[in-house]
């Protein structure tokens, strides 16, 4: 399932998947997977995209 | 610090591996040794079983020597005859060498090559009232081919393990004098695991394969050292391949494009190196088979990168559109 959360969290603070992957320590390809649904990260990775993106993980990550 | 350890380990046993092939290839010399035992059938007083087929050596240089040795009954001779050039129309010219004699044990001293195949005929013949029983009889043959020159293969190996041992030292230095472990990127790392495992169940269907075939095809057409150069590029070649599918760079990120241009330009080479563009020459250059599959990964592998570049592009390409718009 896509995370359309994320995406638009990053888009909110005009980031690019690069610029965030660069915030983060991944790669631009790592972004696009889990945006994409194609990946699910490590609780590690998305507090790391958390603190980037200024959101809590229920923000970015819960699916009600 | 448990990934350190197996990386110097890793480097360690390559290092001592590369080393032993090094040091066998510049003190062992290029004699070749063929041992094999024939069964000569004498019924009525006569021989029935047929002559065995032509024994054949490629040896490097000018000249070359064989030592001969024959072990059997002494009722029976062996008459050997050793020809030069050409597998159709060497053993119809005349022999650069024959011998008869049971029990042998001899020397043809230096036979003028050029270069060329050797092929040995060996026919058997019964010694006159030797009142030899009818039955069957073994013979046993041995032949050593002894060439002063080395192959070409033979003096650059070495200089080649050199270069390699070298590097894989500084490697080791650098990493034994790394003061902070890399940060991976945890899906490359993941995807980078399963491309393993995949590469690895087909670098093993591949070895299967293999020897199943050799088990069930008579003159299997590969020596055992092409065999295992094929599995072992198959194995890397699918790794590199379903590495760079799933985004797993190994090595290759941002630079995808000059890999590609590497690997069409090695593909060329093993065609070279096949001696396809000699098509038409029989016998088959040495590693033919070998060149050619390792051409066709090169080539598979380069077109996967090209691909992958061009499509990778475009993403990148329509995502910055989209965060424009």
């Given amino acids: 399932m896509k995370n359309l959360k994320l995406k638009s969290a990053r888009a909110a603070m005009d980031l690019s998947q690069q610029e965030l992957a660069d915030r983060v320590g991944v790669s631009r390809q790592t972004i696009n997977a889990i945006e994409k649904g194609d990946y699910n990260p490590t609780i590690n990775l998305c507090i790391a995209i958390c603190k980037a993106l200024g959101k809590t993980l229920d923000e970015l ?4 | 610090m448990k990934n350190r350890v197996t990386v110097v380990v890793t480097i360690i046993i390559t290092m001592a591996v590369l080393f032993t092939v090094g040091g ?6 290029d004699d070749q040794k063929l041992s094999f035992t024939d069964t000569v059938t004498v019924s009525g007083g006569k021989i029935v079983s047929e002559e065995t087929a032509p024994v054949h050596f490629d040896p490097v ?4 020597s064989f030592a001969i040795s024959v072990a059997g009954p002494d009722g029976l001779l062996s008459d050997i005859r050793i020809y030069k050039g050409d597998p159709l129309t060497a053993i119809t010219s005349d022999p650069i060498y024959s011998t008869t004699g049971s029990n042998l ?14 092929y040995i005929r060996i026919k058997s013949l019964l010694k006159e009232n030797a009142g030899i029983e009818d039955g069957e009889w073994a013979v046993a043959y041995s032949f050593i081919l002894h060439t002063e020159s080395k192959s070409a293969a033979s003096m650059i190996l070495p200089f080649a393990v050199a270069a390699l041992l070298t590097v894989l030292a ?3 230095v650098r990493e034994l004098n790394k003061t902070s472990e890399k940060e991976y990127d945890e899906m490359q790392l993941l995807q980078r695991g399963k491309a393993a495992i995949n590469a690895f169940i087909i670098t093993v269907v591949t070895a299967m394969g293999f020897a199943f075939c050799a088990m069930y095809t008579t003159n299997f057409p590969l020596t055992v050292y092409e065999t295992v ?4 590029v198959t194995g890397a070649v699918s790794f590199g391949i379903i590495c760079d599918i799933n985004d797993a760079f190994v090595g290759f990120r941002e630079k995808r494009i000059k890999y590609a241009v590497l ?5 060329i080479l093993a065609i070279f190196g096949s001696g396809l563009i000699h098509v038409g020459e ?4 040495k590693y033919f088979t070998t060149n050619i599959i390792i051409a066709v990964y090169f080539a598979v592998f380069a077109l996967e990168l090209t691909i992958n570049y061009i499509v990778d592009k475009r993403n990148g390409g329509k995502e910055d559109a989209d965060e424009e718009s």
């Fill in chain 1, 61 to 64: 990550f819960w699916e009600a």
């Fill in chain 2, 24 to 29: 066998m290839s510049a003190f062992k010399n």
């Fill in chain 2, 61 to 64: 240089g000018e000249t070359c």
């Fill in chain 2, 105 to 118: 044990n001899t020397n043809t001293g230096d036979l003028s090559v050029n270069d060329q195949n050797i």
């Fill in chain 2, 170 to 172: 500084i490697v080791l």
């Fill in chain 2, 229 to 232: 150069t094929i599995i072992t």
């Fill in chain 2, 263 to 267: 690997f069409w330009v090695l593909s």
């Fill in chain 2, 282 to 285: 029989r016998p088959r250059p």
